[in-house]
Nanobody, 119 residues
């Protein structure tokens, strides 16, 4: 089970840190991904971190977002800086046994946390 938290309302240029806490099993060997979705659009890849701490990011967030993980706490983080109105979305964390960039690659999903960036 994955539980995402940390969403909220932030002004343009501000920062937020999302957390994704895993429970029920150990996710230390999984790839952990972050996706986001807005109404009427498909779920969009944001970034991922492999179990070896290798990270990949979508071009739209590269240089602004950072993913990290704390295996001792079974938790993954998404640090979001320099936020823009187009970052407004529901953010989901997910885990996968492989390295994937599409939602179909991920077997376990959190419930999502809403991020709203106001201008």
């Amino acid at each position: 089970q994955l539980q995402a938290s940390g969403g909220g309302l932030v002004q343009v240029g501000g920062s937020l840190r999302l957390s994704c806490a895993a429970s029920g099993r150990t996710f230390n060997r999984d790839t952990m991904g972050w996706f986001r979705q807005t109404p009427g659009r498909e779920r969009e890849f944001v970034g991922l971190i492999t179990w070896r701490n290798i990270t990949y990011y979508a071009d739209s967030v590269k240089g602004r977002f950072t993913i990290s993980r704390d295996n001792a706490k079974n938790t993954v983080y998404l640090q979001m800086n320099s936020l823009k109105p187009e970052d407004t979305a529901i953010y989901y964390c997910a885990s996968s046994y492989t390295v994937g960039y599409t939602p179909q690659a991920y077997a376990y999903w959190g419930q999502g946390t809403l991020v709203t960036v106001s201008s």
